[in-house]
């Protein structure tokens, strides 16, 4: 079982930053691929970043979020992080992070069925 808390979301005003954390336990953190989603009311989960349990591949975002959104993550604590910037009213959402099963790659990333495990989520809020 594994299980995994984010944290960092809040009230920002357009233009602002947040950092989001998501620590996991109970699963060998380091060799699983961790991806960020969000679903705003109304509208389906979408995919917006993840990163490779392997060093030195590149991140993957959407196009809603590249250059101003940025995914790290820190084996040692088991945690992966989600610096966002520059954000939009319409990044208002809640934001779950999620753990990709075994046997995909960050090329199935966009997939929700990919992945196994997922947050309870942290709420975000950007006001104009």
């Known amino acids: 079982q594994v299980q995994l808390v984010e944290s960092g979301g809040g009230l920002v005003q357009a233009g602002g930053s947040l950092r989001l954390s998501c620590a996991a336990s109970?699963?060998?953190?380091?060799?699983?691929?961790m991806a960020w989603f969000r679903q705003a009311p109304g509208k389906e989960r979408e995919f917006v970043s993840a990163?490779?349990?392997?060093?030195?591949?590149?991140?993957v975002y959407s196009d809603s979020v590249k250059g101003r959104f940025t995914i790290s993550r820190d084996d040692d604590k088991s945690t992966v992080y989600l610096q966002m910037d520059s954000l939009e009213p319409e990044d208002t959402a809640v934001y779950y992070c999620?753990?990709?099963?075994?046997?995909?790659?960050?090329?199935?990333?966009?997939?929700?069925?990919?992945?196994?495990?997922w947050g309870q989520g942290t709420q975000v809020t950007v006001s104009s």
């Open positions: 109970g699963r060998t953190f380091s060799s699983v691929n």
């Open positions: 990163i490779d349990w392997r060093r030195g591949r590149r991140p």
């Open positions: 999620a753990s990709q099963a075994t046997g995909y790659f960050l090329s199935d990333a966009y997939a929700t069925k990919t992945y196994n495990y």
